[in-house]
């Protein structure tokens, strides 16, 4: 279908420019962090807590969201987009209270460090060690001890993916779902080796030629993008990995790389749903979900996390 007449509307607004301007760090952070939605009309939620989680390495802020009052709860981390040099607990918490309402899950938003100051592996390890620090706290969290989910967009979509395979291979906990909306899985960008990086390469919001730049911030300490913790695409063994829920969206650069991840899991055996918004762009979560089209994003997501008795 055609793109959104809504968010056509949107992206005919920003100025155009045939000059390729190199990326001020800064400058793109204050404009990506913005959120979408007003807090005064966000999704409410039972209870919010601010929390710090301690490791060897550093701090990292939490944001957890607790959907009703109950015994205990199935917990998901989120771990939030922004090409991992920009987004913060504030810009996706209009995507994290859904989450949490629809899923019934305590959502536990994690506030990772960003690159270039803190390239691969820093965010990564960050995300593992909030998903690890949840099952040594299991009383505390009032986590039910058997459903650990992950979800992330774009960078985040890589993050859930990357630490669904730590999980697995260092086994020290297991994670039950993941949630990957508009994926970045392959940041190995020598080529464009997918259809939807030349059909979507210019005019959608996200462009395929910024797409090596965004990376390079996060590869800046010397990772090999060819590392599947780097591009998780590259992992050639996906068997004992998490169900799997994929979004992606029609006019995203990076749309066929989520659905080759998609079908890569199902070879393996690995129960995956893939959903494809029609008319959509890269990152519509929080921006367009209101949409009619797209508002039952959330839905899906719940029902696939739900947990039944």
Not at 96 to 109: D, F, H, L, Q, T
Not at 178 to 194: A, C, I, M, N, T
């Amino acid at each position: 279908m055609p793109l959104h007449p809504e968010i056509k509307k949107m992206l005919e607004s920003i100025p155009k420019s045939d000059v390729k301007e190199k990326i001020v760090l800064e400058k793109m952070r204050e404009i990506l962090n913005i959120p979408s939605i007003p807090a005064e009309k966000r999704v409410q939620v039972h209870s919010i807590e601010e929390r710090t989680v301690s490791t060897s390495e550093t701090e990292i802020p939490v944001r957890i969201y607790t959907p009703e009052e109950k015994n205990f709860y199935p917990i998901l981390m989120y771990f939030h987009g922004g090409a991992f040099f920009s987004g913060t607990l504030e810009s996706h918490d209009e995507i994290a209270r859904p989450i949490a309402m629809e899923s019934g899950y305590k959502v536990i938003s994690v506030d990772y460090r960003l690159a270039p100051e803190h390239p691969y592996p820093a965010a990564l390890q960050d995300c593992y060690d909030v998903a690890k620090w949840v099952t040594e706290n299991k009383d505390e969290l009032k986590w039910d001890g058997v459903n650990l989910a992950v979800a992330g967009d774009s960078a985040g979509g890589n993050l859930a993916a990357a630490v669904s395979l730590m999980a697995r291979d260092k086994k020290e906990f297991v994670i039950t779902h993941q949630v990957l909306y508009y994926p970045s899985l392959d940041l190995d960008l020598s080529e464009f080796r997918y259809p939807s990086l030349f059909e979507n390469r210019k005019g959608y919001g996200v462009e395929s030629d910024q797409l090596a730049e965004f990376c390079s911030f996060y590869l800046s300490g010397g990772a090999d993008p060819n590392d599947p913790l780097v591009s998780p695409i590259k992992k050639e063994n996906l068997k004992h990995l998490p169900s799997a829920l994929v979004i992606t969206a029609e006019f995203d650069p990076m749309r066929d790389e989520g659905e080759q991840y998609a079908a890569n899991l199902e070879q393996y055996g690995i129960s995956v749903e893939l959903k494809r918004y029609e008319g959509a762009t890269h990152g519509f979560l929080g921006k367009f979900t209101h949409l009619e089209e797209y508002q039952d994003v959330y839905k899906r997501t719940g029902k696939f996390l739900k947990i039944e008795g």
